[in-house]
C-alpha cells in the first residue's frame, strides 16, 4: 500500500509565496516521478510541475507557472517539494500530489494520488 501525504497549502495574499510538501511511504520499490497537479472550481485537474526521480531530475512546468514555480526532490525522504512565488489569484485551487510508483520488482507501475491541499491567494 502506498500513500501520499500532502502539506503546506493555505491562504495567502497575492504577490506571497507557500511551499507545499508531498511525502510517499510505504511499500514502494521506485518511484518514476513525481508533481503536481491543481483543480480550481469548475474547470479540469491539469499539470503545474513534475520532476523525474530515475533519471537525471528533468522538470517540466505548466507555462502559467513557469519562473514563479520551482519543483525539488529529496530522493532519500521520497519527498517533493513545490516552491510558489508571486502567487496570483488565479492560482486558488485544490492542489494534488501525483506519483508514478513501482511497488515491487517487475510490478507495474501504477499513478498514485494525495488527497488535495487548498491554495487560496485572495486579498
Known amino acids: 500500500q502506498v500513500q501520499l501525504v500532502e502539506s503546506g497549502g493555505g491562504l495567502v495574499q497575492p504577490g506571497g509565496s507557500l511551499r507545499l510538501s508531498c511525502a510517499a511511504s510505504?511499500?514502494?520499490?521506485?518511484?518514476?516521478?513525481m508533481g503536481w497537479y491543481r483543480q480550481a472550481p469548475g474547470k479540469q485537474r491539469e499539470l503545474v510541475a513534475v520532476?523525474?526521480?530515475?533519471?537525471?531530475?528533468?522538470?517540466n512546468y505548466a507555462d502559467s507557472v513557469k519562473g514563479r514555480f520551482t519543483i525539488s526532490r529529496d530522493n532519500a525522504k521520497n519527498t517533493v517539494y513545490l516552491q510558489m512565488n508571486s502567487l496570483k489569484p488565479e492560482d486558488t485551487a485544490v492542489y494534488y500530489c501525483?506519483?508514478?510508483?513501482?511497488?515491487?520488482?517487475?510490478?507495474?507501475?501504477?499513478?498514485?494520488w494525495g488527497q488535495g491541499t487548498q491554495v487560496t491567494v485572495s486579498l
Open positions: 520532476i523525474t526521480i530515475t533519471s537525471g531530475g528533468s522538470t
Open positions: 510505504g511499500s514502494i520499490f521506485s518511484i518514476n516521478d
Open positions: 501525483h506519483s508514478k510508483i513501482q511497488q515491487r520488482w517487475l510490478g507495474l507501475v501504477r499513478d498514485y
